[in-house]
T-cell receptor, first 112, second 113 residues
């Protein structure tokens, strides 16, 4: 099955700085890559996703980039705010599969 | 409120016992997925049901089973519980059987003592 690795496991940034979280995947057949944000004690919430026919997608302060050749994708958060503090999970899904394979998460702390 | 309802929110039980976790999907969603999240771990896929039928299975232990009922709610049964089964159990739902646009419920925190 698919193996998703996520780095770093923890990340601290000053408010207003950018944050980048990187993930790699193992199966070249994977074609869907969502990112989830999980605040403490809450459910994971989808914040952005990208499909393999697209190289980059933006939504306000967040963006995701995908490099299919290198099998890695990244989440970029610009102008970070304290409310961005949470655990972020990347995930991948293979074509024809019904489930997601998740990374182990990155705990982002935005320091005011 | 995501529209996916999970009960109970918290469950404390002893080793060897059996528990049932319940999930009601968002209105209109036919797929229900169960995931396990252990401490400091990512989410591990357990099982998926679509419109009452099992569609995919992940690393689900034989002690665990699930079903989806005609009203589309799903139950995850965990038996012969061990300390290591302590985790957050999330249910997610989606309109069809693909992984797109999952909506997660708030989870059930299971503590086995």
């Amino acid at each position: 099955g698919e193996n998703v690795e996520q780095h770093p496991s923890t990340l601290s940034v000053q408010e207003g700085d950018s944050a980048v979280i990187k993930c790699t995947y193992s199966d070249s057949a994977s074609n869907y890559f969502p990112w989830y944000k999980q605040e403490l004690g809450k459910r994971p919430q989808l914040i952005i996703d990208i499909r393999s026919n697209v190289g980059e997608k933006k939504d306000q302060r967040i963006a995701v980039t995908l490099n299919k050749t290198a099998k890695h994708f990244s989440l970029h958060i610009t102008e970070t705010q304290p409310e961005d503090s949470a655990v972020y999970f990347c995930a991948a899904s293979m074509a024809g599969a019904n489930n997601l394979f998740f990374g182990t998460g990155t705990r982002l702390t935005v320091i005011p | 409120d995501s529209g996916v309802t999970q009960t109970p929110k918290h469950l404390i039980t002893a080793t060897g016992q059996r528990v049932t976790l319940r999930c009601s999907p968002r209105s209109g969603d036919l797929s229900v997925y169960w995931y396990q999240q252990s401490l400091d771990q990512g989410l591990q896929f357990l099982i998926q049901y679509y419109n009452g039928e099992e569609r995919a299975k992940g690393n689900i232990l034989e002690r665990f089973s699930a079903q989806q009922f005609p009203d589309l709610h799903s139950e995850l049964n965990l038996s012969s519980l061990e300390l290591g089964d302590s985790a957050l159990y999330f249910c997610a739902s989606s309109v069809d059987y693909g992984p797109y646009g999952y909506t997660f419920g708030s989870g059930t925190r299971l503590t086995v003592v």
